[in-house]
């Protein structure tokens, strides 16, 4: 089983940047599949990015501003975000599943979450 502690969140301003940090601990990364998800309020919780052995893959309304990246060594994963809208306010949640090709987009895919982490981007 694989433990997931998100941080970094935060307020910013619109246009401005933050990173996500999701560290794991009781199994290597490496044999995971690694998302990103986040929820507003109100709202469902959506995909935003994962990373599996096939690559990276995101969601349309991030793809071009965030990206996804994984240092096995530090057992972290990572989301850069950039160019950040209000639109992107929202609690981030890092998830795993077990390690696939593609990676899966669909919450209900992913067996490990973290506790979230709250992002409010102000205009």
């Known amino acids: 089983q694989v433990q997931l502690v998100e941080s970094g969140g935060g307020l910013v301003q619109a246009g401005g940047s933050l990173r996500l940090s999701c560290a794991a601990s009781?199994?290597?990364?490496?044999?995971?599949?690694m998302g990103w998800f986040r929820q507003a309020p109100g709202k469902e919780r959506e995909f935003v990015a994962a990373?599996?052995?096939?690559?990276?893959t995101y969601a349309d309304s991030v793809k071009g501003r965030f990206t996804i990246s994984r240092e096995d060594a530090k057992n972290t994963v990572y989301l850069q975000m950039s160019s950040l809208k209000p639109e992107d306010t929202a609690v981030y949640y890092c998830?795993?599943?077990?390690?696939?090709?593609?990676?899966?987009?669909?919450?209900?895919?992913?067996?490990?979450w973290g506790q979230g982490t709250q992002v409010t981007v102000s205009s």
């Open positions: 998830a795993a599943a077990e390690a696939t090709w593609a990676a899966p987009r669909t919450s209900n895919d992913y067996n490990y």
């Open positions: 990373i599996s052995w096939g690559g990276t």
């Open positions: 009781g199994r290597t990364i490496s044999r995971y599949t």
